[in-house]
């Protein structure tokens, strides 16, 4: 028996991670807070997102990140298209109302916007940074996430606005432009 053999035998140790850890790592990575609308009519429901990027080009490709424990998760596994909202620095109760705060839930997380309809029936957000309108290319269910591509069908850009930022479990803004070498 060769060692390469003999080394199939034994156990593969998996590492452990302290997860409240973990979390704490990621918290230091600062990330643009999105709303990712989905649905239509009182069917219409959606989640507050740091979890978003760009995947491809080309094809433009957006990447989304869920639970799959979240009660927007069936709706946009189910969804033909959804909306990616990137907030503004003055958008931070949007975030909140889609994060559920106060237990707000599907359509009643829209009440107190102003909502663009886009051409697939979702909404999008009026101000926001930018509305990326994509239609659902596949969902991979992997661990507690889904992770969820949206093939890109039009952009909205909304100019002089500043993203809203989450970084260390807090909202943040970004500073104004200033001289790196001036203390």
Known sequence: MSIVDFASYLPVLEPQVDVAEFKD????????????TVGTGEN???????SVSSFSVE????????????SSWPALRDAKSFAVNILA???S?????????GGIKGNDRYVGSEWNRLDSGTLGLKSAVAV??????EAIERHSHAIVLGRVRSVELTAG???LLYWRGQYQQLLPNRDPFIN
């Open 161 to 163: 606005q500043e993203p």
């Open 44 to 50: 219409r429901t959606g989640f507050t997102a740091t």
């Open 25 to 36: 790592a990621m918290r230091n990575l600062a990330g643009a807070v999105s709303v990712i």
């Open 93 to 101: 109760a949007v975030a909140d109302r889609f994060a559920g705060r």
């Open 89 to 91: 620095d003055s958008q």
């Open 132 to 137: 990326i309108e994509c239609e659902l290319d």
């Open 59 to 70: 094809p433009p490709t957006i990447l989304v990140s869920l639970n799959r424990d979240s």
